[in-house]
Nanobody, 120 residues
């Protein structure tokens, strides 16, 4: 079984920064893709950024140039550095991890979510 633990959300003023972390632990054979998604009130969950095992990244247009996704494969942890935050970035942020329990069994998991609020 694999568990995801997120941390790093909070309240920040516009223009400020936050760093989110998501650590995967448990029975992990390998991790392919790690990513961050967000869901604002009344809206659908949307992609923020993803990163593959070879560190190839993909970003939503709305966060390009402001957010940076990275991962530490030794710690099975993915990070999201968020700079120049805007009120429209306010949402619950969820990490997503896709990997393998064994050579033949895969998993796809969501974190519990962490609230990010950008407000003066």
């Amino acid at each position: 079984q694999v568990e995801l633990v997120e941390s790093g959300g909070g309240l920040v003023q516009p223009g400020g920064s936050l760093r989110l972390s998501c650590a995967a632990s448990g029975r992990i054979f390998s991790i392919a893709v790690m990513g961050w998604y967000r869901q604002a009130p009344g809206k659908q969950r949307e992609l923020v950024a993803t990163i593959t095992s070879s560190s190839s990244t993909n970003y939503a247009d709305s966060v390009k140039g402001r957010f940076t996704i990275s991962r530490d494969n030794a710690k099975n942890t993915v990070y999201l550095q968020m700079n120049s935050l805007k009120p429209e970035d306010t949402a619950v942020y969820y990490c997503n991890v896709q990997g393998m329990y064994s050579a033949h069994n895969g998993f796809g998991l969501w974190g519990q979510g962490t609230q990010v609020t950008v407000s003066s």
